[in-house]
């Protein structure tokens, strides 16, 4: 195989410490999770929130991320996700050292807008710097190594919440978004030209795929505490179903 040039090698650390401290933040969340519902005084419900709300920006607004990484440059939207990141991994350090769940459910919500742009531009940026021979590899290897640092998550935000305090368990995603973000002032690139017939975006596409999966969400989120016949669960997750449709 042809060796790596020092772009590649860059975009490779980037785009795994992005995705690394997305997976860090999702684990640190959930072992979290009994902590803050104690300390919030909230309830086991509304404490899944401080995932969904996260899942539920992401999955909503991936669509947009990824389109306006085709049109306003992988590494510009990849930088942006990741600072949109920190700084909402930073509300939620607060929210826990003010005992605000407000604050925290908001910083959830916008941390996974700023997954939403880097996630995608991160995998893109793989394919724009490694020919189509080695594309394969570098993604698998990019992967490796962001499955390996999520299986040392749980154990890291465990001792986070033991030694520390929960509000800590979002540092050590801030820490890997930061190290992404050195790696990307590191790279070169030439600037990409963005094709005259490019499609436009699907706005009402893009707003129904959001409004969908946050019906369906919520909807299964009630359907915990009031069982999957209610009238009102079955009437969200149907609207969610006619809405994706």
Known sequence: PAAETPEQRIALIAAAAALSAWALDTAGATVALPSIQADLGISITASQWVMNLAFLSLAGLVTLGGWLGDRRGRVPMFSAGLLIFLGASGLAVASGLMGSSTLLFVARFIAGAGAALFVPAGTALLVDVFPPAQRGAATGRAFAITMGITALGPIIAGLLVQGAGWAWVFVPGMVTAGIALVQLRRL??????????????????????????????????????????????????????????
Request: charged share 15%; proline share 7%; no cysteine.
């Open 188 to 245: 070169n690139l030439p600037k990409r030209e963005i094709p005259t017939d490019a499609p436009k975006l699907d706005i009402v596409g893009a707003v129904l795929l959001f409004l969908a999966v946050a019906t369906l969400i919520d909807g299964f989120m009630q359907a915990g505490a009031d069982g999957l016949t209610s009238p009102t669960v079955l009437g969200a997750i149907g609207s969610g179903l006619v809405i994706a449709a």
